[in-house]
């Protein structure tokens, strides 16, 4: 028998390291050629590392959240023959890694599992025993899972049935066979039946002092980075309009009954990308990017917009490339396909960097205002509100237009309120007569 280290692989366009998000192997079991053993997140992009070889799994190197540097070593696995390793270095295999720092299992937007990782003691609690102490017995008394990687015994209809009620499988007492959970440890868990507590005057409203410690990790943490870097960084001012859509929605509609069927249904996004193309015309330094480092404002002939999309895991950013050459069928379905692979984590890099401008939209829940935080080195974020029908005069009556607040931030440093208030202005006016923005 042999060792085979598996590395952090070369990604490629000079990532130097990657955050270790998720592992799908544990120490001790059977892994096949080409089986995934874990994910790992540059940027916003996840890539799944799959094995090379077939084997047994002997130690993981690092645990979720971890950054590991490209080359480093990922994962020992026993194979039959020599490996990739020397016997000196097979017997210099890492140690496990202590229970506070020790792998866990993590939910992935490619793959939905319930979350099993076991956030590490609060200060001042004592220490887990060691793996192998016989003070460390692998399902505490009170059945909730405590030690960082342990994964709940549960069948495949359990653990999705948990997973849609919203319930982590490791606060759950399994008392099937070696801890399984059971339904019936659900309903006790999700009806409170394990720890009954009611008001003085029996309403049956039970008082509850669970807490859950989320890590901040994978795409949740380079989302958290971002914002802070772009606030950080970006001294924000946003202004806000009202739109009177009401046209344009009777040209979305009338579009759509027509041609619907044959060329794809439009939205409203294809309709302000095409505005955002021709207003940046006008306005050029709303569509371009600061290097505050270097000092230096590049702006873009090309219009590539991102798309502001909220996925499973968090919120991301596909781009629409090149805008300006699209028409409104194609700009809707460019905007549907990334969006689509953005949600289903199989967007590329490519797809999620590179934008000029963003777009961001709420749909139904978009409220009356908003202050949306600018796609950092991006210069101009625009916000879509929520579209509502009111009274309003015209023409000294009273009549009900559709209504709609666009809420755009623009980085100060570099847009002038004087400016960013005209570039606005030029949005509304093309968006209240819609005739305008397919005229040359």
């Known amino acids: 028998m042999g060792v085979h280290v598996i590395k952090v692989p070369d990604i490629g366009e000079g990532i130097a390291e990657v955050e270790l998000v998720a592992w799908h192997v544990q120490p001790g079991e059977a892994v096949a050629e080409d089986q995934m053993l874990a994910d790992v997140m540059t940027d916003k992009a996840t890539v799944e590392i799959p094995s090379p070889v077939a084997g047994k799994v002997l130690a993981l190197n690092g645990a979720v959240g971890q950054t590991l540097p490209v080359g480093g070593e990922l994962i020992r696995i026993e194979v039959e023959g020599a490996g990739n390793v020397g016997d000196d270095a097979a017997t210099a295999a890492p140690k496990a890694p202590p229970p506070a720092a020790a792998t866990a299992t993590q939910t992935t937007a490619a793959a939905p ?32 899972r405590r030690r960082l990687g342990e994964k709940p015994l549960a069948s495949p209809s359990v653990r999705r049935r948990a997973w849609d009620s919203g319930i982590a499988l490791q606060f759950v007492h399994g008392s099937g066979p070696a801890g399984r959970v059971l339904h019936a440890d659900l309903d006790a868990y999700a009806g409170g039946a394990a720890a009954p507590s009611f008001g003085a005057r029996g309403t049956g409203l039970a008082s509850r002092d669970d807490e859950q410690a989320v890590p901040v990790i994978g795409l949740r943490r380079k989302i958290a980075q971002k914002m802070q870097e772009a606030k950080r960084r970006i001294p924000h001012f946003t202004y806000v309009e009202e739109i009177d859509v009401t046209e344009l929605e009777a040209l979305r509609r009338e579009l759509n009954e027509r041609w619907g069927e044959e060329r794809g249904r439009l939205t409203l996004l294809p309709l302000l990308a095409r505005a955002v193309v021709r207003g940046v015309r006008e306005f050029p330094q709303i569509n371009a990017r600061f290097d505050d480092e270097a000092g230096v404002v590049t702006r873009y002939g090309a219009v590539h917009i991102g798309i502001a999309t909220q996925t499973a895991s ?6 629409l490339r090149h805008a300006e050459s699209l028409d409104l069928w194609a700009s809707a379905a460019e905007i549907a396909r990334v969006a689509e692979a ?5 967007a590329t890099r ?23 935080v600018i796609n950092h080195p991006e210069v101009a974020i625009i916000g879509v509100n929520r579209m509502v029908e009111r009274p309003t005069m015209r023409a000294g009556a009273v009549v009900p237009r ?5 809420s755009s931030s623009f980085d100060h440093r570099v847009v002038d309120g004087m400016d960013a208030a005209r570039f606005v202005q030029a949005l509304r006016r093309m968006l209240e007569c819609p005739a305008t923005l397919f005229v040359e």
């Not at 968090?314 to 781009?319: A, C, E, F, R």
């Open 342 to 346: 953005a949600r289903s984590g199989r």
């Open 314 to 319: 968090g919120l991301m950013v596909p781009v």
């Open 402 to 406: 559709l209504l709609m607040n666009l």
């Open 113 to 144: 599992a319930p979350p099993v990782s076991i956030p590490p003691s609060p200060a001042g609690a004592p220490a887990a025993p060691r793996e192998g102490s016989a003070a460390a017995p692998r399902v505490p008394a009170t059945g909730v």
């Open 350 to 372: 490519d797809e999620l960097a590179g934008s000029t401008i963003t777009i961001t939209s709420l749909g139904a829940l978009g409220g009356i205002v908003s202050t949306p």
